[in-house]
């Protein structure tokens, strides 16, 4: 383990130098200095925690992807041919973690200096988010920011920076099954708040100052130059601001100017409140938290006391190893209760104290922490100044044993929640107008992906718990009629009596778990027909940004017609699936009279209905149905009566009178921008 002496003996050294300095800033310079000290202590703080939480294998990892960074050499990972010097952390060497690659790799300092650069492109390397933080899990990802100044790199150094940093991050998630993210930042961009390029799904336009603030409130810094907000005393004047830092940042070789922040852009508030929605298909506690938090901002925006970072900054001083007190998420916590408080909403403050200790509990997978470890310590606090009990804790300690229902029922709250918070941001912005601070195209995408997951429509089939899904690699599953009745199916956990999922159809049930992307689960005895339908549906996710830019297209159907010895001749089951992710179950009957043509004629029908809608994307279709009397198949007929039907040429609207197909219903008046999604 790296020990945080190593980090503090390091910083102690680069903060005892002397920096001449004009006279009028000495007092600046010696607040900078110990102010310095402090960010320096509460930095090896976080680190220590950090460490603390990681398995021995991930530890290693950490410390050692830096170099990694410093570095481009053919028998190291994140490699790229090229004589271009596109590579290096400024000042790495004097960081801990240079210490630590000489220790892990064997080298001695003048192999190492070999193969560094002589003028290093990255000015800072820093880890943002839960990591290192009470929120920290085993499954935390590391995101780091990549500092880079883009002017002097040039477009293609830049390109081969980039190479380099998704071939470690392929590497950190296959060799070591970490998830691992780089964003490459422009300081000139930075200091004017633009992240644009922030994250694939665009967040960066929906959030510039929140972003900031986040950024600010929780990062590590790794190696390089300490960015100036972290150092500069809080009351410098306004006019002595600008000089100050650009000064330092100039003239302080360890310093760089990232930009200040006094204020939350109102604007961004309600985008990212829809943001978080989205979000929240993976993890609804922490959506509902940072919901809560912009949802604040947007109600306290002018004052500058009042920014997350700001009061995390003021901390510094008395940040303590183990203290978890001065964690960055409690400040957070303690923020948003506040809030709740202030609004009498009681229901949302029972909601939001809940979800902060499942926060920490890292939900929605659960680890239980050491009773003396911060995250312990910290809990044990919460209940008690909430006056909870021992019950109450318990009670969300066992959170993965909750029942599916249970669980679905605890987190369509949060749903509620959040659609009480964007609505109560709309309110507040009736007077200007509401603004979405996002591109469009952004906005159209994320709208629209929100759709897909969250919105209840006829015949769609519902989302399982972000527990359930996010535990179907390791999950038992069996499929079976139920005991009160054969015609109904379930599907059960392998030692839970009390069904996942019940549906009064076969398919209908399979659909669920297809739909639900629980297909790689063990299943206890393979469902009839379930092989055929998991090839048919295979790669379906994720689904791209672009077919989220139109409205959605059936891409796939499967048409389950039962065997007549079963007595279910009345009807076929058929499941839809279309562009946007999202499955759809009907059923279509049958005349007790129709003999097996006519049916399958009534079959093709619905397919080739669907494609005459479909604006010429291809409808894939799946057949199930056991051989007739005549050793012909369903399947067969069908394809011969659609072959036919194609050479016809198109046709009207044959959907049955007074039928729409899934999914075709009216969409609600919009009293609100966006509010029927919720």
Same mark, same amino acid.
């Given at each position: 383990?790296?020990?945080?002496?190593?980090?503090?003996?390091?910083?102690?050294?680069?903060?005892?130098?002397?920096?001449?300095?004009?006279?009028?800033?000495?007092?600046?310079?010696?607040?900078?200095?110990?102010?310095?000290?402090?960010?320096?202590?509460?930095?090896?703080?976080?680190?220590?925690?950090?460490?603390?939480?990681?398995?021995?294998?991930?530890?290693?990892?950490?410390?050692?992807?830096?170099?990694?960074?410093?570095?481009?050499?053919?028998?190291?990972?994140?490699?790229?041919?090229?004589?271009?010097?596109?590579?290096?952390?400024?000042?790495?060497?004097?960081?801990?973690?240079?210490?630590?690659?000489?220790?892990?790799?064997?080298?001695?300092?003048?192999?190492?200096?070999?193969?560094?650069?002589?003028?290093?492109?990255?000015?800072?390397?820093?880890?943002?988010?839960?990591?290192?933080?009470?929120?920290?899990?085993?499954?935390?990802?590391?995101?780091?920011?990549?500092?880079?100044?883009?002017?002097?790199?040039?477009?293609?150094?830049?390109?081969?920076?980039?190479?380099?940093?998704?071939?470690?991050?392929?590497?950190?998630?296959?060799?070591?099954?970490?998830?691992?993210?780089?964003?490459?930042?422009?300081?000139?961009?930075?200091?004017?708040?633009?992240?644009?390029?922030?994250?694939?799904?665009?967040?960066?336009?929906?959030?510039?100052?929140?972003?900031?603030?986040?950024?600010?409130?929780?990062?590590?810094?790794?190696?390089?130059?300490?960015?100036?907000?972290?150092?500069?005393?809080?009351?410098?004047?306004?006019?002595?601001?600008?000089?100050?830092?650009?000064?330092?940042?100039?003239?302080?070789?360890?310093?760089?100017?990232?930009?200040?922040?006094?204020?939350?852009?109102?604007?961004?508030?309600?985008?990212?409140?829809?943001?978080?929605?989205?979000?929240?298909?993976?993890?609804?506690?922490?959506?509902?938290?940072?919901?809560?938090?912009?949802?604040?901002?947007?109600?306290?925006?002018?004052?500058?006391?009042?920014?997350?970072?700001?009061?995390?900054?003021?901390?510094?001083?008395?940040?303590?190893?183990?203290?978890?007190?001065?964690?960055?998420?409690?400040?957070?916590?303690?923020?948003?209760?506040?809030?709740?408080?202030?609004?009498?909403?009681?229901?949302?403050?029972?909601?939001?104290?809940?979800?902060?200790?499942?926060?920490?509990?890292?939900?929605?997978?659960?680890?239980?922490?050491?009773?003396?470890?911060?995250?312990?310590?910290?809990?044990?606090?919460?209940?008690?100044?909430?006056?909870?009990?021992?019950?109450?804790?318990?009670?969300?300690?066992?959170?993965?044993?909750?029942?599916?229902?249970?669980?679905? !029922? =605890?987190?369509?709250?949060?749903? $509620? @929640? #959040?659609?009480?918070?964007?609505?109560? *941001?709309?309110?507040? &912005?009736? /007077?200007?107008?509401?603004?979405?601070?996002?591109?469009?195209?952004?906005?159209?995408?994320?709208?629209?992906?929100?759709? !897909? =997951?969250?919105?209840?429509?006829? $015949? @769609? #089939?519902?989302?399982?718990?972000?527990? *359930?899904?996010?535990? &179907?690699? /390791?999950?038992?599953?069996?499929?079976?009629?139920?005991?009160?009745?054969?015609?109904?199916?379930?599907?059960?956990?392998?030692?839970?009596?009390?069904?996942?999922?019940?549906?009064?159809?076969?398919?209908?049930?399979?659909?669920?778990?297809? &739909?639900?992307?629980?297909?790689?689960?063990?299943?206890?005895?393979?469902?009839?027909?379930?092989?055929?339908?998991?090839?048919?549906?295979?790669?379906?996710?994720?689904?791209?940004?672009?077919?989220?830019?139109?409205?959605?297209?059936?891409?796939?159907?499967?048409?389950?017609?039962?065997?007549?010895?079963?007595?279910?001749?009345?009807?076929?089951?058929?499941?839809?699936?279309?562009?946007?992710?999202?499955?759809?179950?009907?059923?279509?009957?049958?005349?007790?009279?129709?003999?097996?043509?006519?049916?399958?004629?009534?079959?093709?029908?619905?397919?080739?209905?669907?494609?005459?809608?479909?604006?010429?994307?291809?409808?894939?279709?799946?057949?199930?149905?056991?051989?007739?009397?005549?050793?012909?198949?369903?399947?067969?007929?069908?394809?011969?009566?659609?072959?036919?039907?194609?050479?016809?040429?198109?046709?009207?609207?044959?959907?049955?009178?007074?039928?729409?197909?899934?999914?075709?219903?009216?969409?609600?008046?919009?009293?609100?921008?966006?509010?029927?999604?919720?």
């Amino acid at each position: 383990m790296l020990c945080h002496a190593v980090f503090f003996v390091f910083f102690r050294k680069r903060s005892n130098r002397v920096v001449r300095k004009k006279d009028s800033m000495n007092t600046i310079t010696s607040a900078i200095s110990e102010n310095r000290n402090a960010f320096m202590t509460y930095t090896i703080a976080r680190i220590r925690e950090l460490l603390r939480n990681l398995p021995q294998s991930k530890s290693d990892l950490f410390q050692g992807l830096p170099f990694l960074l410093h570095i481009n050499a053919p028998e190291f990972p994140g490699y790229i041919e090229s004589n271009e010097k596109f590579y290096g952390i400024d000042r790495f060497e004097h960081s801990g973690f240079y210490k630590y690659a000489l220790r892990r790799f064997g080298h001695d300092q003048d192999i190492i200096k070999g193969i560094s650069p002589d003028k290093p492109v990255i000015l800072g390397l820093y880890l943002m988010g839960s990591a290192g933080t009470l929120t920290q899990s085993k499954n935390s990802d590391f995101d780091y920011w990549v500092i880079i100044q883009e002017k002097n790199l040039g477009p293609f150094r830049l390109s081969l920076l980039d190479r380099k940093l998704r071939s470690l991050e392929t590497w950190c998630r296959e060799k070591h099954n970490q998830d691992v993210t780089f964003f490459i930042m422009d300081i000139e961009k930075l200091r004017q708040n633009e992240f644009s390029t922030v994250d694939g799904e665009s967040s960066g336009s929906a959030q510039r100052t929140l972003l900031k603030d986040e950024f600010y409130r929780t990062f590590i810094m790794i190696a390089g130059k300490i960015p100036l907000w972290a150092v500069l005393p809080q009351d410098v004047p306004d006019d002595e601001l600008q000089r100050t830092m650009v000064t330092m940042a100039t003239d302080g070789e360890d310093y760089m100017d990232t930009g200040p922040l006094f204020s939350i852009d109102t604007r961004e508030c309600l985008g990212a409140v829809l943001w978080q929605v989205y979000k929240a298909r993976k993890d609804p506690v922490k959506a509902l938290i940072k919901s809560s938090l912009a949802a604040f901002y947007a109600f306290n925006a002018s004052d500058h006391s009042a920014l997350i970072s700001f009061q995390v900054k003021t901390s510094f001083s008395k940040a303590r190893i183990d203290d978890y007190l001065c964690d960055p998420y409690v400040t957070v916590f303690d923020t948003i209760m506040a809030f709740y408080k202030d609004m009498d909403d009681h229901e949302g403050l029972d909601l939001i104290m809940e979800c902060i200790i499942l926060r920490i509990l890292s939900y929605p997978l659960i680890e239980i922490p050491d009773e003396t470890s911060p995250k312990g310590r910290i809990l044990t606090h919460f209940v008690n100044t909430w006056d909870k009990g021992k019950e109450y804790l318990a009670l969300l300690r066992n959170a993965a044993t909750w029942s599916e229902p249970d669980k679905n !029922a =605890f987190e369509d709250r949060i749903f $509620d @929640k #959040l659609s009480f918070l964007y609505e109560l *941001l709309l309110r507040n &912005a009736e /007077d200007e107008g509401p603004v979405i601070f996002m591109k469009r195209e952004d906005l159209d995408i994320l709208k629209n992906r929100t759709s !897909a =997951f969250l919105q209840k429509k006829p $015949d @769609k #089939l519902a989302h399982c718990s972000t527990f *359930l899904r996010l535990k &179907a690699p /390791d999950l038992s599953l069996w499929i079976s009629p139920t005991r009160e009745n054969k015609d109904t199916w379930a599907v059960y956990g392998a030692e839970d009596p009390i069904p996942l999922f019940t549906g009064p159809n076969y398919l209908k049930t399979l659909g669920w778990i297809f &739909a639900n992307q629980l297909e790689n689960a063990r299943f206890i005895s393979t469902p009839p027909h379930f092989g055929s339908i998991r090839s048919f549906f295979k790669n379906l996710f994720p689904r791209p940004d672009h077919v989220f830019t139109r409205a959605p297209l059936w891409e796939k159907i499967v048409v389950l017609q039962k065997h007549p010895d079963h007595g279910h001749e009345q009807s076929a089951e058929y499941l839809l699936f279309n562009s946007w992710g999202e499955f759809y179950f009907n059923t279509l009957e049958f005349s007790p009279l129709e003999s097996m043509d006519q049916k399958c004629y009534k079959i093709a029908e619905l397919i080739f209905n669907i494609q005459l809608k479909n604006q010429n994307v291809t409808l894939q279709h799946l057949i199930c149905q056991p051989y007739d009397g005549t050793h012909h198949s369903c399947a067969d007929i069908v394809k011969n009566h659609l072959d036919m039907m194609g050479q016809a040429g198109p046709k009207m609207d044959i959907t049955p009178k007074g039928k729409t197909l899934p999914g075709e219903t009216k969409p609600p008046v919009k009293k609100k921008p966006f509010l029927d999604l919720l």
